[in-house]
């Protein structure tokens, strides 16, 4: 037994023995093993017993609603308010029956204060807020009967409150031991912070006498001023008690025990002067630790209790120490009883001193409720006004031991949250619930007592009316009678049996618990002599020890005064002549911060704002970049210095600005009005016999003129003076003086030569009321249909018919120029009259024959226009003209040459080879294949103002295109047309009748599906949209699924399961969409990186992984990725502004709870302002600037912008590393939870890193360009090495950086050169800077040899759609505008494989090529011409749809297309192409050729369309696709590509 003792000491030795502070030297160990300051090992079988952080011991049975940790609350117990109004008013200043000094109240205070400390709130907040009842004098005045007062419960063992066996029990946040703690700290570290190193002494501040102030990591409660409000740790110091500044009386005593500390290391240091630092402070802290053991128990607590603790029979480890939740109760209500309103100041000759108020003014004594928190009082400022503090605290009476606590507690003590003030009582027996303390019946029972029976057996000495008020609080049940409530009305004059029993067994048990007691000589601590010596020591001792007193000034027990003593005080302290207490106030912690968090949250907003304002001045500089290169570009064509002319402004009419101008008088009478480019907006031809009236104005500077000339609008100019003005009359009287009418001048106002003027807008109106009649003449249709007219409808139509059009107005009204051969021909036509312009009826005649002619009708009027010498024959070269003047409608898209050709093929398929004249038969004979088309031929009348044609627009058929199945099974196009009044079925031939059976206009199954209802019809539908987007909708299913089941998964989590944190409870909505969001981001731009895998992305594409996943649409995907993503990030970022709101205006102790990383509850109540969330914290600023590097990226990733710039976007673009360094850290602070970026980013990112890798170990390679051709229509041509291993496909693009341009940026482009070939070629079109400085410096050299080009960096190639054009039986490519490149690698391809016998499941393919007009991309017409060279199997069929003409019916598109068909017969090759493909005129109906396709190819259940060009003509691609895949024939697969 002996060694298991022994063994026990040296382990206890070993765990708990010297500690070496923080800066320690070397010494010899001490003699005595060292107590711990956190408690720990006091009890060597039971470790942690007394320990800071264990259990609260209890003595009763807990108590709690559910009999696990629930409180009771109302209505089965009382208004905690109610209740302490009912038990705890009365009146102050009756004095203590045992004369107990105020001293003895505090020293009390101060022994709790080491013993316990419970305030401290739990985590995760639970709260059990005290209602106020409505209309409180105190707390609502105005009786809103809405004032809640926040009571958060107490911070309790985690591993209790699980189950009735083991009920909640509240923790013990400093040791539990009387060891000094409130002096020294209740752990190393903060022992550490509190010393000095220096002499075994407390650290002190600039004045020795009081120590530093409080510092941060102290961990001090630092409440604010309750009745000022001020914060802060400044004016706090440094004690070992958290709240040892609650109050400046407890302070005081703080400061009494530092000063002792410190006297007895000096006084050790000077008896032992070889002593170190530790030696000095440990065998200091020895010493007054025994001091305060001492005076508690063997002092001050028989002054309390009236009854000495038995005598100390040495260390007991079996008892249990630990501090019971009743002792604590029972401690601070009966210490609240006796705290006085005012406490006295006096000095050691008995003066007692007035002090001074925060008003300035003077009292007797100071206020207790204003003395809260008190930052350096202008009464304590220093030590010796601290003794004066204690000398009279000694020589005041308390109040008296009964029920009554004044108003300065129970109505002004420090208030929690937003409240400067409190009810004590409330809240204490509040706390007495939370702790779930048993009834005052149970625990009299528990502690062997008899209960009283009825409530006037509580204590004869409290009033009647006062145990009534209670007992009707409790219903009249005196066993519902709270332990705090009735022990505070047991108590009179002393302790009642139960609070007196319950202090006097903790104490005692404390004691003989304790293997540090002073009195234990087993220890090692003291010898017997010491241990003598430290019993006689009192307090009063203590006091003149370290205030230098006169001892004579103190009684001996300073904490009761017995009559004699010195020092008496002047009167028993009531409020009377004591400064009032501070009300109550309500602090707003939003105050003044709506205005900043407003603007916060628009300058959130803004940031795509200001994306847009800086994207839109990069493409405007880019723009006007682009402009200056074109410009530069083109050949420069000097403009000739205008002689003669006139500058100035005319006025176009009302509500219009004016314009520059300049006037030029030419020799022939013409009179030229030009604009500041000089280039001609009107020319008007004065006619001799014309009179020309001219108007000046007489007023406003005399500066503006109208000119009037017959039949034409008029002209309103503005001079700068009215000497410019004048000159330009004198120079057109001088131009006109040869007339006879000559010029009329006349003068009126300004403002009526305005409402005289027939300027360009009026003569507009006029105009459109002439066509309207025109149209409504030839159609035969009603007035009304003509459109509305002004109300002096009449005058007006009167003025419009008999107003005549000139040859500009004419050759507008066709959309054609004044110059052209054209409108003189048929101009000169139809002015029979010969004066130069057209009438109603002059017009009106010729119009009718277009509009309802006969085909022959048409063929005269044609013959007529061109037979330009009258003799009634039409030569060739008349002919010639009148096809030249057709042909420059198109751009003179045909040269002379082609154009002679074409008509001697015409005169010779016609028979007239030998013929050098034409009748009008010979003509019309030539035409007689095509009387059709003349049928419907008309001329197309834009008419004035908009809109004209289209009115009045007939029903007429339309011509399209056709590929129809031959019973050689051959395919070839035929012009068919198809009539409205015709049924669908019906098709046609344009000229000779087909030989052979007609085709099959429907398969099978297209029949079947007529037979079909709607609802069937629409399953049909959607059937095939489904099998068309099956892969699609596949993966868009699977990825929405994950994002919606992380942000579920989240999002109930944080709802429902997560572990309490209170984060929850704080901001319910705000927490579930800020984390549920996170988590899809972080899913979604981890994974959008895939999507960027280009060279993953094209090797995956090759493998079987291609049935299931669509890589076509990585880019599609990748936007719609990103667009998610921004949503789930703008509700993110509305989440977390929810988030800073609600934290911004949420106590510290709630924050604390929340963030227990990054907030310290301190007491300070007050939360961090909005813009610390926003800007000061890692999460909040790396938030703000990723939704600024969205904003930009999303903003020049528009498709406006990325056309407009696109190195604006792919600079931008390259954020990308920013934006998830930016992620990185965002999520890592974990501030709620920990980080889970990583598991997300982590494999996408080494996949994209991988890729990035392979395309850098080829972009670094030089290559050279072997060849540089500058085609027409801003084409460049490169042709460059192919690098050694470079494997290709055919439609497959790459993308190339020129260094030579000082940039690095990279371009796509798609290859044009085929793969079987040995070098690689691009053509790339000037659309933008880059592309236009890259045709630059690839101009032809001066010099010989290709080295002079500038070199090439490569990536690539990367896979796309088109390179599966050879996996479908039936292959159609469509390429619009430079859309072309990759189909032109695709049919060289083509014909190569055909050519050398390779086996292909290709068997046609169809190339439409849509072009604005032949010469646009004449390289195009090389390629398709080689490959119809070498295509012996006809296996491409191409098409070629010419879109700059005017409307297919129109009279010059008829004569063209007359033509074409005529030189494709005789030739066999296209008029405008030179090629055997069929042209055609318009833009392509892409629903009836595939249509046609599926009659051509009924075996063929797929066939893929390729596309690739302008957005909107993949999107009517799309479209057709689309319509066509809702029947039930071949299936069309459209891939398309957009750069």
Known sequence: MLRARALLLFLGALLSGSQDPVGGQDEPSLPWEVQRYDGWFNNLRHHDRGAAGSRLQRLVPAQYADGV?????????????????????????????????????????????????????????????????????????????????????????????????????????????????????????????????????????????????????????????????????????????????????????????????????????????????????????????????????????????????????????????????????????????????????????????????????????????????????????????????????????????????????RDYWPGPDKFSRADYVASSIQRGRDMGLPSYSQALLALGQEPPKHWKDLNPNVELQVLEATAALYNQDLSRLELLPGGLLESHGDPGPLFSTIVLDQFVRLRDGDRYWFENTRNGLFSKEEIAEIRNTTLR?????????????????????????????????????????????????????????????????????????????????????????????????????????????????????????????????????????????????????????????????????????????????????????????????????????GLHVAQMSEGELFKKAVTKQERGRILEIFFRHLFAQVLNINQSDAGTLPLDSSQTVREALTCELSRAEFAESLGLKPQDTFVESMFSLADKDGNGYLSFREFLDILVVFMKGSPEDKSHLMFTMYDLDGNGFLSKDEFFTMMRSFIEISNNCLSKAQLAEAVESMFRESGFQDKEELTWEDFHFMLRDHDSELRFTQLCVKGRAGGVGDIFKPNISSRVSFITRTPGDRSYPQELVLSASETPGLKKRFGKKAVGPPPRLYTEALQEKMQRGLLAQKLQQFKRFVENYRRHIVCVAIFSAICVGLFAERSYYYAFSSPPTDIEETTYVGIILSRGTAASISFMFSYILLTMCRNLITFLRETFLNRYIPFDAAVDFHRWIAMGAIVLAILHSAGHVVNFYIFSVSPLSLMACVFPNVFVNDGSKLPQKFYWWFFETIPGMTGVLLLLVLAIMYVFASHHFRRCSFWGFWLTHHLYVILYALLIIHGSFALIQLPSFHIYFLVPAIIFGGDKLVSLSRKKVEIAVVKAELLPSGVTHLRFQRPQGFEYKSGQWVRIACLALGTTEYHPFTLTSAPHEDTLSLHIRAAGPWTTRLREIYSPPTGDGWARYPKLYLDGPFGEGHQEWHKFEVSVLVGGGIGVTPFASILKDLVFKSSVGSQMLCKKIYFIWVTRTQRQFEWLADIIREVEENDCQDLVSVHIYITQLAEKFDLRTTMLYICERHFQKVLNRSLFTGLRSTTHFGRPPFEPFFNSLQEVHPQVRKIGVFSCGPPGMTKNVEKACRLVNRQDRAHFLHHYENF
């Open 541 to 741: 001792d203590v006091l003149v020890a370290v205030t230098d007193a006169d001892p004579s000034s103190l009684q001996p027990n300073v904490f009761v005064w017995q009559e004699g003593a010195p020092c008496p005080q002047p009167r028993q302290l009531t409020t009377e002549g004591l400064p009032s207490c501070v009300p109550l106030t309500v602090i707003d912690y939003f105050r003044g911060s709506g205005a900043g968090y407003g603007l916060v949250i628009v300058a959130l907003c803004c940031f795509p704002l200001v994306s847009l304002l800086i994207a839109g001045v990069v493409a405007h500089f880019r723009n006007r970049e682009r402009k200056k290169l074109q410009k530069k570009g083109k050949e420069s064509v000097k403009k000739e210095t205008i002689r003669g002319g006139v500058a100035g402004m005319e006025w176009p009419g009302p509500k219009e600005s004016s314009y520059p101008i300049t006037i030029q008088l030419l020799p022939d009478k013409c009179v030229q009005v030009l604009d500041k480019s000089l280039a001609v907006l009107r020319t008007i031809q004065l006619q001799p016999l014309q009179p020309i009236h001219l108007i000046l104005s007489s007023n406003r500077g005399c500066r503006t003129l109208l000119l009037k000339i017959p039949k034409e609008y008029d002209l309103v100019l503005q001079f700068n003076s009215e000497e410019e003005r004048r000159a330009f009359v004198r120079q057109l009287q001088e131009l006109c003086q040869c007339w006879s009418p």
């Open 69 to 409: 940790y629930q409180a009771w609350e109302e209505p089965h117990l009382p208004n905690p308010r109610r209740l302490s109004d009912a038990v705890a008013r009365g009146r102050a200043g009756l004095a203590s029956l045992r004369n107990r000094t105020v001293l003895g109240v505090f020293y009390g205070y101060h022994v709790l204060s080491d013993l316990v400390s419970v305030d401290t709130p739990g985590c995760p907040a639970e709260f059990l807020n005290i209602r106020i009842p409505p209309g409180d004098p105190v707390f609502d005045p105005q009786g809103r009967g809405d004032v809640v007062l926040p009571f958060q419960r107490s911070r309790w063992d985690p591993e209790t409150g699980q189950s009735p066996s083991r009920p909640r029990d509240l923790t013990n946040q400093v040791s539990g031991w009387l060891d000094g703690s409130a002096i020294y700290g209740s752990s190393h570290s903060w022992s550490d912070a509190l010393r000095s190193f220096s002499g075994g002494q407390l650290a002190s501040g600039p004045d020795p006498n009081f120590p530093r102030d409080s510092q941060a990591a102290l961990l001090m409660w630092t409440a604010p001023d309750p009745a000022t409000g001020q914060g802060g740790p400044r004016g706090l110091y440094a004690f070992g008690a958290p709240r040892g500044n609650r109050e400046p009386f407890l302070q005081a005593l703080g400061l009494l025990w530092f000063r002792y500390h410190n006297a007895w290391a000096r006084r050790l240091a000077r008896e032992r002067p070889r002593w170190g630092d530790e030696e000095l402070f440990q065998h200091a802290r020895k010493r007054v630790v025994a001091t305060y053991q001492n005076i508690a128990l063997y002092e001050w607590l028989p002054s309390f209790l009236q009854k000495a603790p038995p005598p100390y029979a040495g260390y007991q480890p079996f008892i249990d120490p630990s501090i019971s939740p009743e002792f604590v109760v029972a401690t601070e209500q009966f210490f609240s009883t006796m705290v006085p309103p005012g406490v006295y100041m006096r000095n050691s000759s008995c003066h007692f001193r007035e002090v001074l108020n925060k008003d300035l003014g003077h009292s007797p004594a100071l206020r207790v409720c204003n003395s809260y928190w008190t930052r350096e009082n202008p009464n304590l400022k220093n030590a010796r006004e601290v003794n004066e503090l204690l000398l009279g605290m000694a020589s005041q009476i308390s109040e008296l031991e009964d029920r009554i606590v004044i108003e300065d507690l």
